[in-house]
């Protein structure tokens, strides 16, 4: 069973909004049955002396399981609009109002350029979901600063059929056995595994449309851990079983959907996401814990949305599961939940850098600090699997 622990001053899950509470100097102990006892007086859940009167979070995707934490902190008041491509509601901790409103915006078809350019276009937006790779590419114009890691690895996989291809266990074992490996685009990872071998340019099809193509061709294909795995084990015309290698374990490891804000904002925002950070830490830790009602906010929005993308109990019960049965969700080589790992992060560009500039990408040096910082995060909030 999923549990979290925090430190004796830290107390309670709710205590995490008020950081006072929570200074660094008590990150080395921990008391378990304090934090399920204590109770923070309900005046110190309001946001609304220091946040927006709405926090906007622009999504990458339509609303699923891996957006789960955030969809945690939605109000039962909420409201979603296929025409918008939101959904609105109070913005609650364990059901307590925080003053402020949450609106979530869905990603994909409702969104005609990158996140990071619509944070730069539309002043509303405090969140944007932006992967270390993303934050490396797009920083000479449009730098965002990455203040909380929900995921510690990618769920993105490269992925195809175990029963045919039985001792595969990595993407450089499928690429010996398979001619093409399909994927969305020309995909800066792909490139990374050209480069160490693992693949050869020749078997990459950018086409992919995301059909589950392993039902008719014996290929791979880039997808999801979370999702794709799953609906292959209930298809329709018969279970496939998927073999697969997360693209973080094959070495493209940078943070994926991190919650940013645009740098030329950190000092406006400071105040809010001094209270807000470890809010977010602490839900996406219940999240895990127990999905199931955020998860009936997520197939119930996508629902209204009316669109390609469906989400069911099924659909969304694996995701969660997953995250926590992989170690999608998790701590890092620290005890802190969501903090960014200076060399990783420093790891990561060293590798990422060469190839964006071989793709003909204009990027700039960057070092981790000026993509990352763990300066809102509750240290004491870990997670425990």
Request: glycine fraction near 8%; charged fraction near 20%.
């Amino acid at each position: 069973m999923t549990k979290y622990r925090k430190t004796a001053v830290a107390c309670s899950a709710i205590l995490a909004l008020v950081l006072a509470a929570c200074s660094s100097s008590d990150s080395g102990s921990s008391d378990t049955s304090s934090a399920e006892t204590t109770e923070a007086p309900s005046t110190t859940l309001s946001l609304a002396d220091v946040c927006p009167a709405k926090v906007v979070v622009q999504t990458d995707w339509f609303p699923q399981a891996e957006h789960g934490g955030v969809y945690e902190l939605m109000g039962a008041d909420y409201v979603a609009s296929k025409d918008t491509g939101a959904v609105v509601g109070t913005l609650t901790v364990h059901g307590q109002d925080t003053g402020v409103d949450l609106e979530i915006r869905a990603g994909g078809p409702f969104l005609q350029i990158p996140v990071v350019t619509e944070m730069y276009q539309d002043d509303e937006i405090m969140f944007g979901y932006v992967g270390t790779d993303v934050a490396i590419k797009t920083y000479k114009d449009t730098p965002t600063l990455a203040v909380f890691s929900a995921l510690n690895k990618n769920p993105q996989v490269i992925l195809w059929d175990a029963d045919k291809h039985p001792d595969a266990k990595t993407i450089a074992d499928i690429a010996k056995e398979v001619s093409t490996i399909y994927v969305f685009g020309d995909q800066s990872f792909m490139r990374y595994f050209v480069s160490t071998g693992a693949i050869s340019e020749g078997q990459i099809d950018t086409n992919y449309q995301g059909n589950l193509l392993l039902a008719t061709e014996d290929a791979a294909h880039q997808g999801f851990v979370t999702s794709e795995t799953y609906k292959y084990s209930v298809l329709s015309t018969g279970p496939i079983n998927t073999g697969y290698e997360l693209i973080h374990d094959a070495g493209w490891t940078g943070y994926p959907q991190s919650l940013a804000i645009r740098k030329d904002r950190l000092e406006e925002f400071r105040p809010c996401l001094t209270k807000l950070v470890p809010i977010m830490q602490q839900a996406q830790i219940d999240y895990i814990a127990s999905p199931q009602r955020a998860n009936e906010i997520i197939i119930s929005t996508t629902a209204t949305y009316d669109s390609f993308w469906t989400q069911s109990e099924g659909d969304t019960s694996n995701g969660a599961q997953s995250q926590k049965d992989l170690d999608i969700i998790g701590n890092g080589d620290t005890p802190t939940f969501g903090d960014f790992e200076e060399a990783r992060v420093t790891d990561f560009i060293a590798r990422a850098l060469p190839i964006f500039r071989e793709q003909g990408l204009d990027v700039v040096d960057v070092t981790a600090a000026d993509l990352t910082t763990n300066e809102f995060l509750d240290p004491t909030i870990t997670y425990v699997k």
